[in-house]
């Protein structure tokens, strides 16, 4: 009790406050998502992600080769395909966007190749699955994502990361894997993923805006962390390996509840809705962005989370290396 205990003397010395330092990021914690462009011949930018690339596949093996150098060691693949039907058949596509960027990469470095699992992106309607009479049908889109998982493993992927929050998606999944000879692919489910308003400059680049309704009757609504422990439960009972909660920031206690009763990694992606207020308050000068951006990311190490998927880590890791 003061006076006697001045816990500022602990502080008083920038040696002792790293020598006490609680809480650290390593570069092995972060994951960097990758876009790719089946249409594109160039690099592009979208105003709402500024300093995020969108890649055409011609640049696969040159980023990968680039972004192992510089110490990212694991990234998350999206795709933007040419063609998009209401089946999304090209996400399971033998030769489409992110099954071409995961053999390019996995030619050219060893990076850790994850692979988003979802349709999103591939369907005319932009809805996570397969359509009846307006509604996203969970079991026949669990059929789509068996093959989708097939795929991404024949393409040489090393971990899927299915994101649809479909009932049954995991099992689905690992039953897929098992079944065509890739049994030892992890599965990194997006199990408490939020109906979240932070993911529109995804959407941007995506070019997965839903045409009709809203994502509410699959994703999670915001306002409920039991139904979150729940999914999680379900999600590693049917064999998920790492559970993520999405978004990050708005939902740090949904990660230090998952930490508290599940044994399993966990990861938690700061979104682009995340990334850019970031990027727009600093580019407004109303926040010191290096400081900021890890200040957040090691609060959502701090709250629970073994792996954080952020736009930023090669930023990041520029700065563990000052």
């Given at each position: 009790?003061?006076?006697?205990?001045r816990?500022?003397?602990?502080?008083?010395?920038?040696?002792?406050?790293?020598?006490?330092?609680?809480?650290?990021?390593?570069?092995?914690?972060?994951?960097?998502?990758?876009?790719?462009?089946?249409?594109?011949?160039?690099?592009?930018?979208?105003d709402?992600?500024?300093?995020?690339?969108?890649?055409?596949?011609?640049?696969?093996?040159?980023?990968?080769?680039?972004?192992?150098?510089?110490?990212?060691?694991?990234?998350?693949?999206?795709?933007i395909?040419?063609?998009?039907?209401?089946?999304?058949?090209?996400?399971?596509?033998?030769?489409?966007?992110?099954?071409?960027?995961?053999?390019?990469?996995?030619?050219?470095?060893?990076?850790?190749?994850?692979?988003?699992?979802?349709m999103?992106?591939?369907?005319?309607?932009?809805?996570?699955?397969?359509?009846?009479?307006?509604?996203?049908?969970?079991?026949?889109?669990?059929?789509?994502?068996?093959?989708?998982?097939?795929?991404?493993?024949?393409?040489?992927?090393?971990?899927?990361?299915?994101?649809?929050?479909?009932?049954?998606?995991?099992?689905?999944?690992?039953?897929?894997?098992?079944?065509?000879?890739?049994?030892?692919?992890?599965?990194?489910?997006?199990?408490?993923?939020?109906?979240?308003?932070?993911?529109?400059?995804f959407?941007?680049?995506?070019?997965?805006?839903?045409s009709?309704?809203?994502r509410?009757?699959?994703?999670?609504?915001?306002?409920?962390?039991?139904?979150?422990?729940?999914?999680?439960?379900?999600?590693?009972?049917?064999?998920?390996?790492?559970?993520?909660?999405?978004?990050?920031m708005?939902?740090?206690?949904?990660?230090?509840?998952?930490?508290?009763?599940?044994?399993?990694?966990?990861?938690?992606?700061?979104?682009?809705?995340?990334?850019?207020?970031?990027?727009?308050?600093?580019?407004n000068?109303?926040?010191?962005?290096?400081?900021?951006?890890?200040?957040?990311?090691?609060?959502?190490?701090?709250?629970?989370?073994?792996?954080?998927?952020?736009?930023?880590?090669?930023?990041?890791?520029?700065e563990?290396?000052r």
């Amino acid at each position: 009790m003061f006076p006697k205990e001045r816990i500022r003397r602990r502080r008083a010395d920038e040696r002792i406050r790293n020598m006490l330092t609680e809480t650290r990021l390593h570069p092995d914690d972060l994951v960097l998502p990758l876009f790719f462009d089946e249409r594109s011949d160039s690099v592009k930018y979208t105003d709402s992600m500024p300093g995020v690339p969108i890649y055409p596949l011609s640049d696969a093996k040159k980023v990968a080769e680039r972004l192992h150098s510089s110490g990212i060691n694991a990234v998350l693949l999206f795709g933007i395909p040419g063609h998009k039907d209401k089946e999304g058949s090209g996400a399971y596509s033998a030769d489409g966007v992110v099954q071409n960027a995961i053999r390019k990469i996995r030619s050219a470095s060893d990076l850790l190749v994850i692979a988003d699992l979802c349709m999103c992106e591939y369907t005319d309607h932009g809805h996570c699955g397969i359509l009846t009479s307006g509604k996203v049908d969970n079991d026949l889109t669990l059929l789509q994502y068996g093959k989708i998982a097939e795929s991404l493993a024949n393409a040489g992927v090393h971990m899927v990361a299915p994101s649809g929050m479909m009932d049954g998606q995991v099992s689905k999944i690992r039953e897929a894997l098992d079944g065509s000879g890739n049994k030892n692919i992890p599965i990194m489910a997006y199990s408490a993923k939020f109906c979240s308003s932070f993911y529109g400059p995804f959407r941007d680049i995506a070019h997965s805006v839903p045409s009709m309704c809203g994502r509410e009757t699959y994703q999670m609504n915001p306002a409920n962390i039991r139904e979150a422990m729940a999914e999680m439960r379900s999600d590693i009972e049917e064999g998920a390996d790492i559970i993520m909660v999405k978004p990050a920031m708005p939902y740090l206690d949904v990660v230090r509840q998952a930490r508290n009763e599940f044994c399993v990694p966990i990861a938690a992606y700061q979104v682009s809705g995340e990334y850019a207020m970031i990027k727009a308050a600093a580019a407004n000068g109303w926040l010191d962005e290096r400081r900021t951006m890890m200040e957040s990311l090691t609060s959502i190490k701090r709250a629970g989370a073994d792996i954080v998927i952020s736009y930023f880590a090669e930023e990041a890791l520029k700065e563990m290396k000052r």
